[in-house]
């Protein structure tokens, strides 16, 4: 009976997992087949992605998402970290309330929040453009990066700080060799968080986004209403490979759990 439950169990989390990764493999492939029509037989070809080269359009609303991703984590991780150790280490009035407001931004619809920032940009000044774009992404992240690294300092060992200090460190030094390193993986998860965020928003950015000006996410979406065609394949296989091969170096130094693997 027992061999048949994990059997089971084994069974069911292969279809799960063949599920996720099928859609993937299939568009992947594709993205090397030469019939635009996805015909068979299969005909490895480059066609596509040497198309891709040459696709001005969508090259430059990739670059956006990329900067664009690349500023929110930056500002998002920053200010988010500095957010979470307020919340972890300090107590104030209206603390909890603070806490509180930080759930709507994640539970609101991602469609109310855009047609929100569009009312306010108009009616502030501020307009519509990357710059908008860069400050609704940053927006949608903060509130996932506090509770990624407010969720690290749950578990932070203070007593080292403390002993750091006992044997004469200077505040410098406990914060540079005892809280960064145990902060580290929760930062790390939290800027991954905030990329992914970002990156993958089409929500905000097509409703800030000006006539001309798109992100890759809003490029995608118009190429498909005029017309699908496989360079799409071959620029979404570069991300994920990209995306895997940061998330293995990332799980290379880091376990889920936030512990180095080199203790291990």
């Known amino acids: 009976m027992r061999r048949l439950l994990d059997g089971g169990i084994r069974f069911y989390l292969i279809l799960v ?12 492939l594709l993205a090397f087949n030469k019939s635009p029509l996805y015909g068979l037989p299969f005909e490895f070809d480059l066609v596509w992605f040497d198309a891709l080269a040459n696709n001005k359009r969508l090259l430059t609303a990739g670059w ?15 200010l988010g970290t500095m957010a979470a150790v307020a919340f972890g280490r300090y107590s104030f009035r209206g603390k909890t ?14 469609l109310v929040i855009g ?7 108009f009616w502030s000044g501020i307009g519509r453009g990357l710059h908008s774009i ?20 749950n578990d932070y060992p203070k007593a080292l700080e403390e002993a750091a200090a006992t044997l ?28 992914a965020v970002s990156f993958d928003q089409f929500v905000i950015s097509y409703f800030l986004a000006p006539p001309g000006v798109t992100t890759l996410p809003v490029e995608i979406y118009t190429s498909i209403r005029k ?11 570069i991300i994920i490979a990209v995306s895997m091969g940061l998330m293995l170096i990332v799980a290379r130094f880091y376990r889920f759990g936030g512990e180095r693997s080199g203790n291990e």
């Open 64 to 78: 956006n998402s990329v900067w664009i991703a690349l500023a929110n984590t930056l500002i998002a991780t920053s």
């Open 134 to 153: 860069l400050l609704g992404h940053v927006a949608l992240s903060l509130p996932y990066v506090i509770f990624v690294v407010g969720a690290r300092l």
């Open 227 to 237: 017309g699908f065609t496989p360079e799409i394949n071959a620029i979404s296989t």
């Open 97 to 110: 309330l603070l806490q509180a407001l930080l759930f709507p931004p994640i539970a609101i619809p991602w």
């Open 17 to 28: 997992l063949v599920f996720l990764y099928l859609p993937i493999l299939v568009m992947a």
């Open 115 to 121: 047609t929100a920032m569009l009312v306010f940009f």
């Open 168 to 195: 004469g460190a200077t505040p410098w030094q406990v914060f540079r060799r005892v809280s960064v390193p145990i902060l580290a993986p929760g930062v790390v998860a939290a800027s991954l968080f905030a990329f």
